[in-house]
């Protein structure tokens, strides 16, 4: 699959595509936010979080897949990161998301998650979808159990986490469809 091929996906309330340059200031905000970024690798400066947002650009170049951009149709917003996610060494064929604080508690990561779930099963042939999720992160947790997801293992993650442990959440193309 290559960049060609990538429709944006629209829920409700969301539209779901890939990172353009223009998103860049508010995934910058967002990963110098400590709160907001705990869980997804950390407070970053402006020229670490390029680096990061030219990671997610580049792997829908190298991939033909990675995170959408998230954009409150509301708003015309950007208010986050969600989808599909698999770097050199993770634990598998992961749907992570990482939302802007003001997005939170609004079922956005579930309305976004659900959407990215289905298109990976559907255009990427996933046989499974994981989560890895830090213990701690008690609202990433309902949301996986929300999802239909189930604890499956502990893993370690890739360089530069590889002193973190994760619980890795998932589950199969069968699961997920029998979910409706």
Known sequence: ?????????????????????????AYARNMADAEAAHFIGGMQ???VAWRGFLTLA???MIQGYSMFSVIEKATG??????????????????VG???VREAWGKGYAYEGAVAAIDWAFEHLGWAEVIHSINADNAPSL???????SR??????LPEPYQDITVEIWGQTREEWARRA
């Open 151 to 156: 604890f499956l293992r502990h893993s370690g």
């Open 58 to 60: 580049g792997a829908w």
């Open 77 to 94: 917003r950007w208010i986050g990161r969600l989808g599909p996610w698999q770097p050199e060494g993770w634990p598998g064929t992961e």
């Open 97 to 99: 998301w990482g939302l």
């Open 1 to 25: 699959m290559s960049i060609h091929d990538i429709r944006i996906i629209e829920t409700e309330r969301l539209i779901l595509r890939p990172p353009i340059h223009e998103d860049f200031d």
């Open 45 to 47: 400066a402006r020229p």
């Open 142 to 148: 309902a949301l996986a159990r929300r999802l239909g």
